[in-house]
């Protein structure tokens, strides 16, 4: 069974600050996928980053970086010079990659983001 | 690209009566998702099909709740009868990509009084 920590429930950062949102994984699979979903408070999921478990460089997408330590079972993701639309609940998430079909996804309990002007 | 469509967004109802949602993924996406999110927690994955054959169901509590896909394009998802601890969004998710990216819709809200 997979399972996802996120220890946070909510974090402060000042706007322009880096801000990292902690997540750790339990998982028996050698092969697995790492997602990060953002949830504004409209309440859509929007996608922000995937990281494979045999990628050996960490993914990055525009301002969103996941720092991946697969021996420490860890997939932070880090939010650069942060935005005041970046507040939000933001939600690690885990699959077994298929590329012939979807799989479930684990999600974590979230951590709500507040960005301070 | 038009995203995913759920409907309706809000629906309030009683104990013990039933309910429908409805979901529309994206076009040529193959794979649908139904999560349950129950306020201040992550959501939980109820049931996913592939075209309109169930993969996985084994969270779906399968006395009240069903769902299909027929066509392999549109889904319904239903509760009957509903119970106060179904109240949650609900949320319907399309994938086609390599990554398996979900993309989910706005969702459902639903209160049970």
């Known amino acids: 069974a997979q399972k996802i920590t996120q220890t946070q429930p909510g974090m402060f950062v000042q706007e322009k600050e880096a801000v990292t949102l902690d997540c750790t994984y339990d998982?028996?699979?050698?092969?697995?996928?790492l997602f990060w979903y953002k949830q504004p408070s409209s309440g859509e999921m929007i996608f922000l980053i995937y990281?494979?478990?045999?990628?050996?460089q960490n993914a990055t997408e525009g301002r969103y970086s996941l720092n991946f330590q697969k021996a420490r079972k860890s997939a932070n993701l880090v939010i650069s010079a942060s935005q005041l639309g970046d507040s939000a609940m933001y939600f690690c998430?885990?699959?077994?990659?298929?590329?012939?079909?979807?799989?479930?996804?684990?999600f974590g309990g979230g951590t709500r983001l507040m960005v301070k002007p | 690209e038009a995203g995913v469509a759920q409907s309706p967004r809000y629906k309030i109802i009683e104990k013990r009566q039933s309910v429908a949602f409805w979901c529309n993924p994206i076009s040529g996406h193959a794979t649908l998702y139904w999560y349950q999110q129950i306020l201040g927690q992550g959501p939980k994955l109820l049931i996913q099909?592939?075209?309109?054959?169930?993969?996985?169901d084994s969270q779906l509590p399968k006395d009240r709740f069903s769902a299909e896909r027929l066509k392999g394009v549109d889904s319904t998802l239903k509760i009957q009868p509903a119970k106060l601890e179904d109240s949650a969004v609900y949320l319907c998710?399309?994938?086609?990509?390599?990554?398996?990216?979900?993309?989910f819709g706005p969702g459902t809200r639903l209160t049970v009084l």
């Open positions: 099909f592939q075209n309109n054959g169930v993969v996985d």
């Open positions: 998430a885990m699959s077994p990659p298929d590329e012939n079909a979807g799989n479930m996804l684990t």
């Open positions: 998982t028996s699979d050698q092969s697995y996928g």
């Open positions: 998710a399309s994938s086609f990509g390599r990554h398996n990216e979900q993309f």
């Open positions: 990281q494979g478990s045999y990628d050996e």
